[in-house]
T-cell receptor, first 113, second 111 residues
Framework: NAGVTQTPKFQVLKTGQSMTLQCAQD?????MSWYRQDPGMGLRLIHY???????DQGEVPNGYNVSRSTTEDFPLRLLSAAPSQTSVYFC????????????FGQGTRLTVV | SQQGEEDPQALSIQEGENATMNCSYK?????LQWYRQNSGRGLVHLIL???NEREKHSGRLRVTLDTSKKSSSLLITASRAADTASYFC???????????WGAGTKLIIKP
């Protein structure tokens, strides 16, 4: 069971560079989301999707783009990396519905220098 | 914006003791969930309690919910070294599928 797979696990970027964090799930979940986790803080929602072709902004969307062309994949693009985007990024997926649990990837630790 | 606030921020106990951590939230919820995060790993779902439930058990875990006080507690009984992790509460509102997270409690179990 692969579950939610994130790549890469670690990445160092220079300020101004762009990159895409990959997320794939094999559970046929409709709902997918991206979070960032910073020290001493809970997870903050960046973007989410309720199905292929549908995305929406979360709490901290600035500087990030997403698309959802398939049910399985939900990539997160950093348009022009800034040191403030240094963080650990998590992708999560779940079925739609109220009483559903979220399944998380292992995270991507991103450092912007 | 953070919905949940965990208390304490950090907790260190001896193996075999019980560990209790608390979560407070601000708005009406549909359910409240607890997750565990081992160092450097993703979060893993532990237990979900609905707004119309007051207590729920799963193995060594006991969760309570007091909607009048907007608070929940997670009790881990007979703690083990493997319970060392950070624990997060997350709330789900009625209006959408988003989970709102607290900052977590870091639990250390000393052998």
């Amino acid at each position: 069971n692969a579950g939610v797979t994130q790549t890469p696990k670690f990445q160092v970027l220079k300020t101004g560079q762009s990159m895409t964090l990959q997320c794939a799930q094999d559970m046929n979940h409709e709902y997918m989301s991206w979070y960032r986790q910073d020290p001493g803080m809970g997870l903050r929602l960046i973007h989410y999707s309720v199905g292929a072709g549908i995305t929406d902004q979360g709490e901290v969307p600035n500087g990030y783009n997403v698309s959802r062309s398939t049910t399985e994949d939900f990539p997160l693009r950093l348009l022009s990396a800034a040191p403030s985007q240094t963080s650990v990024y998590f992708c999560a997926s779940s079925y739609q519905g109220e009483d559903t649990e979220a399944f998380f990837g292992q995270g991507t630790r991103l450092t912007v220098v | 914006s953070q919905q949940g606030e965990e208390d304490p921020q950090a907790l260190s106990i001896q193996e075999g003791e019980n560990a209790t951590m608390n979560c407070s939230y601000k708005t009406s919820i549909n359910n409240l969930q607890w997750y565990r995060q081992n160092s450097g790993r993703g979060l893993v779902h532990l237990i979900l309690i609905r707004s119309n439930e007051r207590e729920k058990h799963s193995g060594r875990l006991r969760v309570t919910l007091d909607t009048s006080k907007k608070s929940s507690s997670l009790l881990i009984t007979a703690s083990r070294a493997a319970d060392t992790a950070s624990y997060f509460c997350a709330t789900r509102a009625y209006s959408n599928y988003q989970l709102i997270w607290g900052a977590g409690t870091k639990l250390i179990i000393k052998p």
